[in-house]
């Protein structure tokens, strides 16, 4: 092989390597977002199902509103990752509101992400 030959191989395996020290830390930044975004959206996800399932057990069941404020708030401690759950359940009229609210905590330690998820759903019963 010529000189010119060796030359060219030895730029090409820098080059190579050049792309694989600087594309690396990209892609793990950007594997690393979707992972913390998936775990956001999973905590939201929990908490809307939570919000939903008390709401619809005090609009249907008529179920005592402090008690499934208070049960619901259980659950989300130990059932899930959110930090500071809080539940609130308002009926007004003919309609029941549930709020969560929370911090769906980061991968880094100090970052997290509020939630603050609202459903709300129709009271049944018999109507006159």
């Known amino acids: ?37 998936a775990l956001w959206t999973h905590a939201r996800t929990e908490a809307r199902v939570i919000a939903r399932n008390s709401a619809a057990l005090v609009a249907r069941s008529h179920a005592d509103a402090a008690a499934t404020e208070r049960s619901a708030e259980a659950m989300l401690t130990a059932d899930t990752d959110l930090a500071a759950p809080s539940v609130d359940i308002v009926v007004v009229g003919d309609v029941v509101t549930a709020r969560v609210t929370g911090r769906a905590p980061g991968m880094i330690r100090g970052t997290s992400a509020g939630v603050d998820i609202v459903e709300a759903v129709p009271r049944e019963g018999f109507r006159p």
């Open 1 to 37: 092989m010529s000189d010119l030959g060796r030359a060219r191989r030895a730029v090409d395996l820098g080059s190579t390597t050049l792309t694989t020290v600087l594309l690396t830390p990209v892609f793990l930044v950007v594997a690393l977002m979707a992972f913390q975004a």
